[in-house]
């Protein structure tokens, strides 16, 4: 696998990954009993720290990544491992 390959890969597991942990420890200014400005939304976090989303995405992005890699080099899961669907029938059948 070419490293091109194994950076997009990553990127992609990155942007997943940020997303998917997106909701997790973030509280509400009413959760921290802050007092919220004017006009914000009641589920507006209050305190959204990017720079430890970015770090915790950056962790599972290269577990998943090194997986992945090591999936392709050995073949631990392949695609017809994953499929679930019943076999066409045969043309020699009919």
């Not at 990155?14 to 006009?39: D, Y």
């Not at 939304?41 to 305190?47: E, H, R």
């Not at 990544?65 to 059948?93: E, Q, R």
């Amino acid at each position: 696998m070419q490293l091109t390959s194994i950076a997009a890969i990553y990127f992609l597991f990155w942007v997943m990954s940020a997303f998917v942990m997106l909701p997790f420890g973030v509280r509400t200014a009413e959760e921290l009993g802050a007092e919220k400005v004017p006009g914000q939304a009641d589920s507006a976090p209050a305190n959204f720290r990017p720079g430890r989303l970015a770090l915790r995405a950056t962790l599972v992005a290269a577990v998943l990544t090194a997986l992945f890699v090591a999936n392709f080099s050995y073949g631990w899961v392949t695609a017809a491992d994953i499929d679930i669907l019943p076999k066409p029938p045969s043309a020699a059948a009919t």
